[in-house]
Structure formats: structure tokens, C-alpha cells
């Protein structure tokens, strides 16, 4: 059993300077150890109950007095010294009521392993931030990434129903906003709502923060941009990508290429449908938002699309596929859009910067490259974001060291280092300056400044009823108005709940108020 006195003097607690520690005195002797902070200020810590010199379970009881800092000088001190100051300490330590209290039966830090999942990362590019949580804490990280995306959150939430999970595990930002009943928010001792929101770019607190809680921390954030095809866009005399939505329709009606049966011969832009092109539903997401249709907000999960501005936004989209407009450039018939921009069938498509790779490995002789995001002219800049940042589990036996480690992963150097060896955009804004002039990722470290999202909560659904309706415009099935109408109808009825403000102080005897039904996956 263990307790702590202070040292009770009207003088300064004596420092012990660490750059100099004094001779033959190794950095672990006495119990002191030095660190790489300048001074230790000594503290005393009196150990008693039935404790033997050697065995732990000796049964020879004992007192053992451990000063940190102070054995030092009491070895140069004498003996007389020694018992005067002795008898002073235990004494007010008596006078104080202060007694022996049990040992805690918290697990040293070195037999500590915390367990983290995830999906995108080797374990090689965190080997990093592994290696310098364990030195510093004595804690390990045992990581394990999941070889199935489809089946990721099957996976997780068996095992945490069956209390097997992970302590630490990779999530999509739209969890947090009908699934954070999973996580442990992070100790405001760890990171706080401000320094958040100073070290991050503005969309990662607009997500992750509910009712003044951060739920997740992420090491990149990403954004859909323009892949455009070098080869195509100069044949065409066009000098640059475009840069507005306005130059972008005049791109697609230089290039598309129609014959004479009606069929596309030349694709500008894999843009219309959905079937058949990848993240349609994040598109028609970002055309909403820059046109400024509400959607939906924290306080009001009320789902908003159907009013005049997100008829025309999604009128704008289909007329890509519709055969009686003049952008007409895009149909079911079309390859999948990576493959046909891959192939170089198509000109343009949007997507992020994960599918750098893969056009790479489909094609290397493709000569593409990426531009921002196209704008409304003269209108507020607005991108789309998509990220996977790490959440501690609510069953997690460790999740203040959970929080240290994520911490630390995401800290400037470390993330750093993990965006250049993955090839992704940072999610820091030190991150952003530092990858701002990179020819492949500068464009997406920019965007993620004014990059924004909305409380979606079940992003699985959600893609599925805008791709639905997307494809009943372009099929026939279903006229604009009434796809629209249907859409939100459907977007309302999974909304998650709203972030609800706390509540002020409960009066002794008053009841709590009731907590929404926050759900599991």
C-alpha cells in the first residue's frame, strides 16, 4: 500500500537539473528517473502493509519510504540529518490524518497492448508513431487492418457486441453523427474543442464535434477534385481544366463527339447517371451544397432538398445524360467511369484522390492530371469531403491511453510522415502548407479549407436513394419533382439525431432529462 505526503517547507522544492545529472548516479538510480524535461520536482511516497525485500509475496511487513529525487541528497546528508528530517516528515504526516491506502490493481503501462483496427493504413506507415507511443509509455499497439471494406462494419460490430473489439478503430466521419453511442470522447485534458479547431482544417470539427465532445481524430482529409485527360483537352484547343461550372458545360460541348445514329462516340465528362458512375451521390451532395440548399445541420436533422434550388441542381446533373440537351455526353451504356476515364474513352471525371493509383495501375501511359473542384462563378468556393479518421470504443478497458496514442498519431510530424508514405491529403493545417506546391496532392490539400459535409448518419442508405434517384430521371421512371419529393421523404425517415445542447445542472432530487436514442449500426 501506497500514499503521497507533500513536502511541507517554507522554501522552494529543491530541482534537480537533468541536463547534469550528478555523478555515478545512472538515469534510473534511486527510483529517479530522468526524462527529457529539464527539472524533476521530487515528491515522497511512503509504501507500507506487508511487503517483503524480494519476494511479492512475502508476508514480512514493513515500512518503505521512496523519495524520487530526494535519495540523492539524502546520501550526501548524515545520518543525524537523515533521521531529524525523517522524523519530521513522518510526523506531519501523522498530524495530517494522512494513512496507508491499498495499492491500485491498475495494470502497469508495460503489460498494457491496445488494439486497433483499421482499413486503409500498413502497419509499416504507422510504425512510426507505434514505436514512439511504446517508448514513451511502455504501452504497445497491436494493429490489424481489415482486408474487407464491404464487410468492416459487419465485422466491427460483431465483435463489439461479443466485447472483442478493438480499442482503437478507423471509422467513416459520417459515424460519428448517429454512432457516437460507440465511442469514448476524447478527455479535454488530451485535446480540447479550441485546440481542434486550431490545428485542424474547419470540416473535422464541424464533424466530429458534438454538444462540445470530439469523437474522432483523423490524418488526412479528402476531397472530390477534377481528373482531366492532358491528351483529350489539348486536341481540343482547351488551354486549361475548367475552373467554373459555366466553362465546364462550354469543355463538354467542344468535346463530346456524337454520330450520326445518336450514339457517343467522344465522352467530355462521366457525369448524369449513377449506375455507372463512381460517387454520383457525393457529387449531386456537393452540387447541393454549393448552390446553397440547407440539407440538413446538427441542430436540424430535418432533411431539406426539395425546394426549387435543389430541383435545378439535380436537373443540372441529369442533363449530362439527357439526349435533348446540348451537354449531352454521358449514358447507361458508358463503361464504369473510372474505367472509361482509365481508357481514355472520357475526358473528365470527379472523384478523390485515392483513385490516383488506381488509374495509374489501369493505365500508366495515361497522361491526366487533377484540378480543383469546378465552381459557381462568383459564388462562395464550397468542396466535398470524405475521410476515415480513428475513434476510441466505448468498451475500451484503456481509453485514456487510447487517446494519448491517437494523439499522438495525428500530431503534425507523425501525421506527416503518414500522408507522404500513403500518398494522401493532410487533415492539418501545417499539414495543408506543407503540401501545398505538391504537383499530385496540392490540389486536395487546398480544397480541404473549404471542403464541408452534412450529418448524413447512414451514408450506405443515403448513397442508395440518391442514386435511385437519379436513375428514375434518367430512365423515365419517375419525373424530376416527384423523384426529388421521394428522396427527401426517404433521407428524413434515417436522419440521425440532432446534437442536442447539455443540459444545465440537475438540482439535487431532479430528474436527468431523457437522452435521445442515439442507435447502433
Known sequence: MKFHLPLISNHRRPRLPIDSPPARLPATANGVRYSKSKYLTPSLRIHCGARGGGSKNSNQAGVKFSIPGFNFILSRLSSRRITAGFFILFSAAALAGVGCIPNSNETPTSDVTLVMWGLWEESGQLSSAIAAFQEQTGVKIAYKKIASVANYESELLAAIAENRGPDIYVIHHSWV?????????????????????????????????????????????????????KDIL????????????????????????????????????????????SRASDIIQLLFMQSGVPIATKQDTSVTIGEDRGLRSLLFYTDYANKSKQVYTWDLQQDYSIDAFAEGDTAMMFHYSYQIDTIKAKNPRLRFGIAPM?????????????YWPFAVSNRSRNPDLSWQFLRLLTSNDQSQMINQLQQIPPARREGVIAFQRDPVLGVFAEQSLTAGTWPRGDIVSVDAIINNMIDDIVTGATVPTEALRRASDQLNQIRPPADIPAAPAQAPGDAAPPQPDIGFF
Open 234 to 277: 489539348s486536341s481540343a484547343g482547351v488551354a486549361r481544366p475548367p475552373a467554373t461550372w459555366e466553362e465546364f458545360q462550354q469543355v463538354v460541348e467542344r468535346i463530346t463527339r456524337i454520330n450520326r445514329f445518336g450514339n457517343i462516340e467522344q465522352s467530355a465528362a462521366a457525369l448524369g447517371t449513377a449506375r455507372n458512375i
Open 374 to 386: 469546378p465552381q459557381i462563378k462568383d459564388s462562395k468556393v464550397v468542396n466535398f469531403a470524405a
Open 177 to 229: 453523427a448517429g454512432k457516437r453511442a460507440l465511442m469514448t470522447p476524447a478527455p479535454s485534458s488530451i485535446i480540447d474543442e479550441r485546440a481542434l479547431r486550431e490545428e485542424f482544417v474547419d470540416v473535422v470539427a464541424e464533424d466530429l464535434i458534438y454538444n462540445g465532445q470530439i469523437y474522432a481524430l483523423p490524418t488526412s482529409v479528402d476531397t472530390l477534385a477534377l481528373y482531366y485527360n
